[in-house]
């Protein structure tokens, strides 16, 4: 019998093209959970949360085939732990944390792969470059060279309409383009990481490549984050 998990994650398939990397959004998923969506062919898992993303990982460990995405907010206390649990940074929300995790990675055999977060329109409540701010930080970005810097990340505010939500995504993909036409040297734009349960269609029309999904794959969060619960 397929599972709920394996049929949603089937109906998502069927409405993103193949070539947009659906990233499950784990947090307060059990590990369960986790195991049916990489039983359905979800290879590629988020999480916001360092410390709840180590006690999965912890169980998960013959599932070694998993790409971790890291996508919350990024303590610069925690920078060394997320480059040693996450292949992927999508949260990079400050040019101070951009060169600590390149510090940070100068040691390692491999690059990892970062999104710079930026916000195209403000919103006091996220993390994020202001395009100015991205566009200044750019000479200093560029010399980070042991961080793959793949794209640009974002989310829009809360309460927008569907076509305000649309031009923050279109408005994304054009400072890429912007930024990828000044041929940086160690600046690569080819990954747009935007959309979630509520407006991931209107991401991939917008040219998203990787789109990042919770609730449309696990069902409502619970309001409480309780460990007990995780397992
Ligand atoms: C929680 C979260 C998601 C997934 O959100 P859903 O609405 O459950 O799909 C995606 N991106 C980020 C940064 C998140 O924190």
Known sequence: M???????ITRVRQQIPAA???IAVTKQVSVAAIREAYGAGVRDF???R???AEFKQAQLQDLTDITWHFIGRLQSNKAKKALEQFQWIHSLDSLKLAQRLNQLAQP???KPQVCLQVKVVSDPQKSGWTVPELLAHLPELNQCQN???QGLMTIPPLGLSE???FSVFASTRELAAKIQQQNWSHIQMQHLSMGMSDDYKLAVQAGATMVRLGRTLFGLRPALNNQASLQ
């Open 108 to 110: 390692l055999a491999y």
């Open 147 to 149: 961080l793959q810097i």
């Open 20 to 22: 947009v990397k659906l």
């Open 163 to 165: 076509a305000e939500i």
């Open 2 to 8: 397929t599972s709920l998990i394996a049929e949603r």
């Open 46 to 48: 988020g999480e916001s």
């Open 50 to 52: 360092i410390q709840e």
